[in-house]
């Protein structure tokens, strides 16, 4: 999500007759477009923060400005100079970005520049991102923007905003202005994608994301689509019976479980049981029969118990996910659990049961990528692999990434590759 608000900067900023530059040294204005989600997540930025400072002496003029979570969550405090060691010059909430051009003149004429309003309606609707993913053959549309489930750890409610769709027509014609321009998979974000809603679609017929989804997919038939994220209460067996439909759409779902334990799913606010997201399992299993699932999960919830963490791990062998990511518990100010639950699982044991959750998985991931050796698979070309330059590197349908040998393809080719080994992070393969 930041990746894809990062473009829509880059795109009021060069509406406005900025350029980008290649590295932080050549430029005069430097944003840091900021996550707030973890408590490592802020301080490397404070930390990049402090380590730019050094630039300010060879161009005294320069601008730093904080974007996105951070400035919403700290405020103006990111501004008191004393306290922090360091100066910022601008503070910009994430539905602030269209004020970038005022918040300059601000800046440039040596105030500090601060917008931190959020919005019930802002979704950029009319602003075409600049494109910065490698190789022109992926890219990202923002659907929706905010969320309103206040799951009780989740500082994003309260960075974010308000909930609300984006009009789908936007939607559809930058899906086909990224067709025209050679892209081969488009992979649509929101925190909530399946409460997608648009009520005043032209002849009033409501766009809920399942048709949203159907739409796109019947753009090209060169096209694979992807979406990120669900939330499990929502997921539809109607969305499932699209993403059947459609070779176009990717088979792989990411579902954040969270915890395998109903209590702490409670205590979570997340508002399903484990039975109830394990019945949404069987439906993707029953619908999109040989469907990728991954996950998010977080250890050492408040209160968690060595019997709820097994309830995870138990979980977790139940659903064989191909992938996860995997966290420590961050306790997150102004959440509700912060305000009302005890953080009181020691730091250690958090260390420990996320190490037992990461061994789990990887061994998980190597399982799911042993069943797919033998087998052939069309594999959408990325670019060179990152080990060697005599290798490609690409993703399945499912998501695995897939290395082979170059036999001169460019990125954004179509080829079908046979499995023919793998580790737990990467399917090796011949064309
Ligand atoms: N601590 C740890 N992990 C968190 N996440 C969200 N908030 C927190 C927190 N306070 C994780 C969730 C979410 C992912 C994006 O980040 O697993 O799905
Ligand atoms: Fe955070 Fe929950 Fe919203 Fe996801 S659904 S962004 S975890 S509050």
Request: proline letters at 4%; one cysteine or more.
């Amino acid at each position: 999500m930041n990746f894809s608000d990062s473009e829509i900067v880059a795109s009021v900023m060069t509406e406005n007759n900025y350029e980008t530059a290649l590295s932080a040294q050549d430029s005069d204005v430097i944003f840091l477009n900021t996550c707030s989600i973890r408590d490592n997540a802020e301080q490397r930025v404070l930390n990049r923060l402090k380590q730019l400072q050094v630039l300010r002496k060879k161009n005294p003029a320069l601008i730093i400005g904080v974007l996105g979570c951070m400035a919403e969550r700290l405020k103006t405090s990111l501004l008191e100079e004393q306290r922090l060691g360091m100066r910022i010059d601008m503070v910009v909430g994430p539905d602030a970005y269209r004020d970038l051009p005022q918040l300059m003149v601000d800046a440039e004429s040596g105030q500090k520049a601060v917008n931190i309003i959020l919005s019930s309606e802002e979704t950029y609707a009319d602003i075409t991102p600049v494109r910065y993913a490698a190789g022109g053959v992926s890219a990202f549309i923002s659907i929706m923007r905010g969320c309103e489930n206040f799951c009780s750890y989740c500082v994003v409610p309260h960075t974010r905003g308000k909930e609300r769709s984006r009009n789908p027509d936007s939607i559809v014609n930058e899906a086909r202005q990224l067709i025209d321009d050679g892209y081969k998979e488009i992979t649509l974000l929101g925190q909530n994608v399946n409460s997608y809603a648009w009520k005043e679609a032209s002849g009033n017929i409501p766009v809920d994301f399942p048709s949203l989804m159907e739409n796109i997919a019947s753009l090209s038939s060169q096209l694979r689509i992807r979406f990120a994220t669900s939330h499990p209460k929502d997921m539809s067996d109607e969305l499932l019976y699209v993403i059947s439909r459609h070779p176009t759409i990717c088979k792989s779902i990411h579902l954040p479980v969270q915890s395998g334990s109903s209590s702490v799913l409670k205590r979570m606010n997340r508002k399903y049981t484990r039975e109830d997201y394990l019945q949404r399992i069987e439906a993707i299993r029953k619908i999109v029969p040989g469907c990728a699932i991954s996950t998010d999960i977080i250890t050492g919830f408040c209160g968690e118990t060595d019997q709820e963490f097994h309830e995870t791990l138990s979980l977790m062998e139940r659903v064989g996910y191909d992938f996860a990511y995997m966290f420590k518990y961050s306790e997150r100010p102004g959440t509700i659990a912060a305000k009302k639950l005890k953080d009181d699982v020691p730091e250690a044991v958090k260390t420990i049961r996320l190490e037992e959750v990461i061994n789990l998985q990887q061994q998980l991931s190597l399982r799911s990528n042993q069943a797919e050796v033998g087998s052939l698979q069309e594999v959408l070309v990325e670019g060179p692999s990152k080990r060697s330059s005599a290798y490609v590197s690409g993703r399945t349908s499912r998501n695995k990434v897939v290395v082979f040998p170059d036999n001169h393809y460019k990125a954004g080719d179509y080829v079908m590759v046979k499995i023919t080994g793998c580790t737990s992070a990467t399917l090796k393969g011949e064309s």
